[in-house]
Every structure is written in C-alpha cells, then in structure tokens.
C-alpha cells in the first residue's frame, strides 16, 4: 500500500525559505522518478518539480524554476523540496508523489503539507 507523508510546511514571509520532505513507502523508491505538486485555494493541482530515480535529471515549472530545488534520498526513501525566495503565490497544500512511466502521479496521494508565504 502506498504511503506518502509529506511534512516542513508553515508560514514564511516572502523572501523565506522551508525545506519540504516526504516520506514514499509502499513501493521501491528507486525505481520511481518523484515529482512534487502543489494545490493553491480554489485551484486545481499543478506540477511543480520532479526528479528521476537517479537524482540526475531535473525538471521544474517556470514558476518556480530558480528558486526551488528537488532532491531525494533512495536510501532513506524520502524526497525533498528546498523552497528559497518564496512569494504569496507560493502559498498551497504541497504534496509528493511517485510518477508512472507516463509522467502522471499515482491516484493514491497524502495529506500534504501547507505552505503560507505572507507579504
């Protein structure tokens, strides 16, 4: 059974940075590229970064492109997300995934992690 935990949100002034983590168990990490996602209020679920099974190729939204950084741990099973220079529109419920060989995320997601960048 898949279980993502995501966690290291709160509340930053803009210009701040928070470090997201989540923790995948249920399916062999290394073997998944992971991908991070972000839901703002009354808006759908975005894209906002992913990385491959090998840490070695790296792809992020325009929005967020040069400010934020993914990285994982196979060995530890958890990814992260460094989030610097952060701006209200950053605000959202972040949350992490294994991505299929098509590129969409599993159905099965976590609870996620609020993010509240304040002006």
């Known amino acids: 059974q898949v279980q993502l935990v995501e966690s290291g949100g709160g509340l930053v002034q803009a210009g701040g940075s928070l470090r997201l983590s989540c923790a995948a168990s249920g399916r062999t990490l290394k073997t998944y590229d992971m991908g991070w996602f972000r839901q703002a209020p009354e808006k759908e679920r975005v894209f906002v970064a992913r990385?491959?099974?090998?840490?070695?190729?790296?792809y992020y939204a325009d929005s967020v492109k040069g400010r934020f950084t993914i990285s994982r741990d196979n060995a530890r099973s958890t990814v992260y997300l460094q989030m610097d220079s952060l701006k209200p529109e950053d605000t959202a419920v972040y949350y992490c995934n294994y991505l299929k060989l098509d590129g969409n995320p599993l159905d099965a997601w976590g609870q996620g992690t609020l993010v509240t960048v304040s002006s």
């Open positions: 990385v491959n099974w090998s840490g070695r190729t790296i």
